[in-house]
Protein backbone atom coordinates (compact mmCIF):
# COMPACT_ATOMS: atom_id res chain seq x y z
CA UNK A 1 0.00 0.00 0.00
CA UNK A 2 0.87 3.70 -0.13
CA UNK A 3 3.10 5.37 2.64
CA UNK A 4 3.25 8.75 3.89
CA UNK A 5 3.86 10.96 0.87
CA UNK A 6 5.32 14.37 1.04
CA UNK A 7 5.24 17.50 -0.86
CA UNK A 8 7.22 19.52 -2.65
CA UNK A 9 10.16 17.13 -2.05
CA UNK A 10 12.46 20.38 -2.48
CA UNK A 11 11.66 23.62 -1.68
CA UNK A 12 14.04 26.88 -2.29
CA UNK A 13 12.71 30.06 -1.04
CA UNK A 14 13.55 33.52 -0.14
CA UNK A 15 13.95 34.85 3.20
CA UNK A 16 11.19 36.48 4.44
CA UNK A 17 8.67 34.33 1.96
CA UNK A 18 6.06 32.20 3.03
CA UNK A 19 6.05 28.19 2.43
CA UNK A 20 3.61 25.31 2.96
CA UNK A 21 4.46 22.07 2.79
CA UNK A 22 2.12 18.50 2.60
CA UNK A 23 1.46 16.17 4.11
CA UNK A 24 -0.39 13.08 2.95
CA UNK A 25 -0.44 9.90 5.73
CA UNK A 26 -1.69 6.68 5.08
CA UNK A 27 -5.04 6.38 4.57
CA UNK A 28 -6.96 5.00 8.13
CA UNK A 29 -4.11 7.08 10.20
CA UNK A 30 -5.63 9.27 12.72
CA UNK A 31 -2.22 10.47 13.87
CA UNK A 32 -0.08 12.94 12.21
CA UNK A 33 3.48 14.28 13.51
CA UNK A 34 5.65 17.09 11.80
CA UNK A 35 9.28 16.89 13.05
CA UNK A 36 12.51 18.89 11.93
CA UNK A 37 15.62 17.25 11.09
CA UNK A 38 18.81 19.82 10.64
CA UNK A 39 21.47 17.98 8.71
CA UNK A 40 23.63 15.82 11.16
CA UNK A 41 20.85 15.54 13.78
CA UNK A 42 18.40 13.90 14.83
CA UNK A 43 14.56 14.80 14.06
CA UNK A 44 13.03 17.53 16.43
CA UNK A 45 9.35 17.23 17.52
CA UNK A 46 7.15 19.58 16.31
CA UNK A 47 2.99 19.04 16.55
CA UNK A 48 0.88 15.94 16.80
CA UNK A 49 -2.42 16.09 15.77
CA UNK A 50 -4.85 13.24 16.66
CA UNK A 51 -7.94 13.40 13.94
CA UNK A 52 -8.04 17.25 13.38
CA UNK A 53 -7.32 18.88 16.54
CA UNK A 54 -3.44 19.15 17.72
CA UNK A 55 -2.93 16.69 20.38
CA UNK A 56 0.62 18.59 21.46
CA UNK A 57 1.96 22.03 19.45
CA UNK A 58 5.04 22.19 21.94
CA UNK A 59 7.67 21.54 19.85
CA UNK A 60 6.66 24.55 16.90
CA UNK A 61 9.85 26.80 17.50
CA UNK A 62 7.73 29.91 17.49
CA UNK A 63 4.57 31.72 16.28
CA UNK A 64 5.81 31.74 12.38
CA UNK A 65 5.16 28.47 12.37
CA UNK A 66 1.63 26.87 11.93
CA UNK A 67 -0.18 23.60 11.12
CA UNK A 68 -3.51 22.49 10.00
CA UNK A 69 -5.31 19.64 9.54
CA UNK A 70 -8.64 20.40 8.60
CA UNK A 71 -10.83 17.15 7.58
CA UNK A 72 -7.85 14.12 9.66
CA UNK A 73 -6.57 13.34 6.91
CA UNK A 74 -4.07 15.72 4.48
CA UNK A 75 -1.62 17.83 6.40
CA UNK A 76 -0.06 21.30 5.96
CA UNK A 77 2.84 23.29 7.87
CA UNK A 78 2.54 26.72 6.71
CA UNK A 79 5.85 29.07 7.90
CA UNK A 80 5.81 32.34 7.71
CA UNK A 81 8.80 35.19 7.25
CA UNK A 82 11.15 32.52 6.21
CA UNK A 83 14.21 32.97 7.81
CA UNK A 84 17.79 30.87 6.73
CA UNK A 85 17.47 28.54 10.35
CA UNK A 86 14.18 27.24 8.73
CA UNK A 87 16.12 25.23 6.13
CA UNK A 88 15.89 21.51 7.26
CA UNK A 89 14.27 18.15 6.09
CA UNK A 90 10.97 18.48 7.41
CA UNK A 91 9.48 15.21 8.10
CA UNK A 92 5.90 13.63 8.74
CA UNK A 93 4.65 10.73 9.89
CA UNK A 94 1.78 8.99 10.60
CA UNK A 95 0.04 6.04 12.78
CA UNK A 96 -2.87 4.48 13.85
CA UNK A 97 -2.70 5.78 17.31
CA UNK A 98 -1.88 4.57 21.08
CA UNK A 99 0.48 2.39 21.28
CA UNK A 100 1.02 1.81 17.39
CA UNK A 101 4.43 2.53 15.10
CA UNK A 102 4.72 6.08 13.74
CA UNK A 103 5.76 5.45 9.64
CA UNK A 104 7.52 8.13 8.15
CA UNK A 105 7.62 10.07 4.64
CA UNK A 106 10.89 10.76 2.53
CA UNK A 107 10.56 14.74 3.53
CA UNK A 108 10.57 17.84 2.46
CA UNK A 109 13.71 19.66 2.26
CA UNK A 110 13.46 23.66 2.84
CA UNK A 111 16.27 25.32 1.82
CA UNK A 112 16.03 29.55 2.69
CA UNK A 113 18.43 31.58 0.92
CA UNK B 1 18.03 20.54 27.63
CA UNK B 2 18.93 17.24 25.26
CA UNK B 3 16.41 14.33 27.00
CA UNK B 4 18.26 11.56 24.70
CA UNK B 5 21.74 11.32 24.71
CA UNK B 6 23.06 9.03 21.69
CA UNK B 7 27.25 7.61 21.74
CA UNK B 8 29.07 7.42 19.76
CA UNK B 9 28.23 9.65 17.17
CA UNK B 10 29.93 7.29 14.32
CA UNK B 11 31.13 3.76 14.47
CA UNK B 12 33.11 1.43 11.82
CA UNK B 13 32.86 -2.37 12.49
CA UNK B 14 33.75 -5.53 10.46
CA UNK B 15 31.30 -7.58 8.21
CA UNK B 16 29.90 -10.13 10.69
CA UNK B 17 30.80 -8.13 13.67
CA UNK B 18 28.36 -6.63 16.66
CA UNK B 19 27.49 -3.60 16.07
CA UNK B 20 26.44 -1.54 19.86
CA UNK B 21 24.49 1.61 20.17
CA UNK B 22 24.09 3.03 23.33
CA UNK B 23 21.42 5.99 24.86
CA UNK B 24 20.36 7.56 27.81
CA UNK B 25 17.57 9.39 28.56
CA UNK B 26 16.82 11.97 31.46
CA UNK B 27 13.19 11.98 31.72
CA UNK B 28 11.60 9.10 33.74
CA UNK B 29 8.12 9.87 32.30
CA UNK B 30 9.37 7.94 28.75
CA UNK B 31 7.74 4.58 28.42
CA UNK B 32 8.17 3.76 24.74
CA UNK B 33 11.82 3.07 23.25
CA UNK B 34 12.53 2.55 19.56
CA UNK B 35 14.74 2.60 17.53
CA UNK B 36 14.68 4.08 13.67
CA UNK B 37 17.07 3.40 11.10
CA UNK B 38 17.74 6.15 8.29
CA UNK B 39 19.05 5.92 4.62
CA UNK B 40 20.14 9.06 3.03
CA UNK B 41 17.21 10.34 1.05
CA UNK B 42 14.90 8.84 3.16
CA UNK B 43 12.50 9.06 6.36
CA UNK B 44 13.08 6.47 9.47
CA UNK B 45 12.39 3.85 9.11
CA UNK B 46 11.49 1.81 12.87
CA UNK B 47 13.49 -1.03 13.36
CA UNK B 48 13.10 -2.46 17.08
CA UNK B 49 10.97 -0.91 19.73
CA UNK B 50 10.80 -1.96 23.83
CA UNK B 51 8.75 -1.05 26.93
CA UNK B 52 10.73 -0.58 30.29
CA UNK B 53 8.49 -3.38 31.26
CA UNK B 54 11.03 -6.03 29.83
CA UNK B 55 14.91 -5.68 29.77
CA UNK B 56 15.78 -7.36 26.78
CA UNK B 57 13.67 -7.92 23.16
CA UNK B 58 15.32 -9.14 19.93
CA UNK B 59 13.99 -9.32 16.67
CA UNK B 60 16.57 -11.30 14.15
CA UNK B 61 20.16 -9.59 14.58
CA UNK B 62 18.83 -6.86 16.42
CA UNK B 63 18.47 -6.87 20.15
CA UNK B 64 17.51 -4.18 22.32
CA UNK B 65 18.77 -3.98 25.76
CA UNK B 66 17.39 -2.21 28.73
CA UNK B 67 18.51 -1.13 32.06
CA UNK B 68 15.55 1.24 33.59
CA UNK B 69 17.50 1.99 36.87
CA UNK B 70 20.59 3.24 34.82
CA UNK B 71 18.23 4.72 32.36
CA UNK B 72 19.50 3.56 29.55
CA UNK B 73 18.91 1.08 26.52
CA UNK B 74 21.16 -0.04 23.28
CA UNK B 75 20.80 -1.28 20.26
CA UNK B 76 23.08 -4.71 19.49
CA UNK B 77 23.43 -5.73 15.56
CA UNK B 78 24.80 -9.14 15.65
CA UNK B 79 26.63 -10.75 12.15
CA UNK B 80 26.87 -7.05 10.82
CA UNK B 81 26.27 -6.97 7.13
CA UNK B 82 27.22 -3.94 4.78
CA UNK B 83 23.51 -3.00 4.05
CA UNK B 84 23.35 -2.36 7.76
CA UNK B 85 25.21 0.71 7.05
CA UNK B 86 22.96 3.35 7.60
CA UNK B 87 22.22 6.11 10.32
CA UNK B 88 20.76 4.70 13.84
CA UNK B 89 18.63 6.63 16.01
CA UNK B 90 17.23 6.43 19.84
CA UNK B 91 14.22 7.79 20.67
CA UNK B 92 11.50 7.60 23.72
CA UNK B 93 8.52 9.19 23.93
CA UNK B 94 5.59 9.11 26.88
CA UNK B 95 1.59 8.23 26.60
CA UNK B 96 2.51 4.35 25.47
CA UNK B 97 3.87 5.80 22.17
CA UNK B 98 1.05 7.93 21.40
CA UNK B 99 3.03 11.60 21.92
CA UNK B 100 5.23 12.99 19.45
CA UNK B 101 9.19 11.08 19.65
CA UNK B 102 12.15 12.63 21.32
CA UNK B 103 15.54 11.62 19.23
CA UNK B 104 18.87 11.13 19.70
CA UNK B 105 21.51 12.55 16.88
CA UNK B 106 22.37 9.48 15.61
CA UNK B 107 24.72 7.36 14.86
CA UNK B 108 25.92 6.29 11.53
CA UNK B 109 26.86 2.86 10.85
CA UNK B 110 29.44 1.62 8.39
CA UNK B 111 29.90 -1.96 8.00
CA UNK B 112 33.20 -2.40 6.43
CA UNK B 113 33.42 -5.79 3.66
Known amino acids: GAGVSQTPSNKVTEKGKYVELRCDPISGHTALYWYRQSLGQGPEFLIYFQGTGAADDSGLPNDRFFAVRPEGSVSTLKIQRTERGDSAVYLC???????????FGPGTRLTVL | QQQVKQSPQSLIVQKGGISIINCAYE??????FPWYQQFPGKGPALLIAIRPDVSEKKEGRFTISFNKSAKQFSLHIMDSQPGDSATYFC????????????FGKGTHLIIQP
Open chain 2, 27 to 32: NTAFDY
Open chain 2, 91 to 102: AATSGGGADGLT
Open chain 1, 93 to 103: ASSTGGLNEQF
